[in-house]
């Protein structure tokens, strides 16, 4: 993050001003700055100032006792350089102009860097360019694909149930929150070994991601940041919003991001973690079993803070700075997902289902099932035995 010239911290450089357009006994030659890496800085025996005449530039500025050590400032506004300050300037945009004003007799000294000063601008170091298929499959015990290879990536993340996949010879299997991303052209298998259903969501994409060796044919467990990123992704899905297909690419690519850097996410995050977010992270994972345990039971907000002794303003604040939803929310997506994984086992009606998690009635249920997941819970129970 850089200062600007504007800033508190420039003060030991020089200031903001715009005194120095009534001084005509300055000289003024205009600069157009097209360079992104500087090695040398400069100095002047008097007083200069710095008018933008056009596009961002940033003047890499240093103390003469410590031009081994210059410091940045985005220019903001005119303002003066005070005698005997190095610097230099590196231009933000594809060029810029500057007019630099200095006293007829002033005399300049140069400084070498010892290392090239860069700018790096921010820009995507991967694009994913399209989205080219998605589906969300629940596949019943037994079920087998027996392989395809295609030129894109694909993404497999099981929300519930398991999956084995053999990718060009070598066996995975993915449970609960598990992802696999398959590289281009390669070779995999899906199937159902286990006696219990298995719903996932498979994405298919092409990408320029580079040194993508890492993160193909390897399972990632997911934590909940990567599962609320793919709970964003389904609900865009159904969107009628004019731009929710450029969230759909945009939430795909901050996900792969998030693979790419998994492990220094994994080494970085937890040894930093401050104790205050290890408190709300225990406290959030106590009350996450608690409407677990509860899950068949009318669970109303009232009564988790009673248990933990927290007021209801604290438990929403914990939720929505760690889950982005309300506790409400939160425990009526539980039951949901819960009614999920009953109506795969096919032991209930839809009706005793409804009952079961406390719903007022099957029609309430069936509303809020559908608005959830865009089908009715007997439509889904039908495709589940589709295969």
């Known amino acids: 993050m850089y200062n600007k010239t504007t800033s508190a911290y420039f003060l030991k450089f020089g200031k903001i001003t715009d005194s120095f357009k009534k001084n005509k006994e300055l000289k003024k ?46 220019i903001h506004r005119n303002f003066k350089i005070d005698q005997g300050q190095y610097f230099s300037f590196i231009t933000l945009t594809s060029s810029s102009t ?26 995507p170091k991967l694009m994913i360019s399209e989205i080219c298929a998605y589906y969300y499959m629940v596949k019943s015990p037994g079920y087998k694909f027996y392989g395809e290879s295609h030129r894109y990536f694909e993404l497999t993340f099981v929300d519930s149930g398991e999956l084995e996949t053999d990718v060009e ?6 449970k609960n929150y598990d992802l696999l991303l ?26 320029d991601i ?19 990123i793919l709970d964003k992704f389904v609900k865009m899905t159904t969107s009628p919003l004019p731009y929710a297909k450029d969230l759909m690419i945009s939430f795909i690519q901050e996900l792969i991001l998030h693979l790419l850097q998994y492990d220094l996410e994994e080494h970085i995050t937890k040894p930093s973690t401050p104790i205050h977010q290890h408190f709300e992270n225990e406290l959030l994972e106590e009350i ?19 248990h933990f002794s927290i007021s209801r303003s604290s438990l929403q604040n914990l939720f929505r700075d760690n889950m982005k939803v309300a506790p409400k929310q939160y425990i009526n997506e539980a039951k949901l997902a819960k009614s999920k994984v009953l109506i795969k086992k096919s032991e209930y009606t839809i009706s005793e289902i409804s009952s079961m998690l406390g719903f007022n009635s099957i029609h309430y249920f069936s509303r809020k099932f559908t608005h959830r997941y865009n089908i009715t819970p007997s439509e889904y129970a039908k495709k589940i035995y589709e295969d």
Do not use: W
């Not at 007083?47 to 530039?57: F, L, P, R, S, W």
């Not at 010879?169 to 993915?174: E, K, R, Y």
């Not at 996450?288 to 009673?306: G, M, R, S």
């Open 288 to 306: 996450l079993a608690y409407i677990n345990q509860k899950i068949f039971e009318p669970l109303p907000v009232d009564e988790i803070c009673d």
């Open 182 to 207: 398959y590289g281009p052209n390669q070779y995999h298998t899906q199937e159902i070994t286990s006696s219990e259903p298995c719903s996932y969501l498979t994405i298919i994409f092409e990408s």
């Open 169 to 174: 010879g070598t066996n995975f299997v993915l």
């Open 29 to 74: 030659r205009k600069f157009k700055i097209t360079n992104k890496t500087i090695a040398s800085l400069y100095a002047y025996s008097e007083d200069v100032y710095v008018e933008t005449v056009d596009g961002m530039a940033i003047v890499v500025i240093a103390d003469p006792d410590e031009a081994y050590k210059p410091e940045l400032f985005v």
């Open 98 to 123: 500057i007019n630099l004003y200095t006293p007829n007799k002033t005399t300049r000294t140069t400084f070498n860097t010892e290392a090239p000063i860069v700018y790096e601008p921010i820009q």
């Open 210 to 228: 580079q040194n993508y060796e890492s993160i193909i044919n390897r399972v990632f467990h997911c934590p909940r940041e990567y599962y609320q």
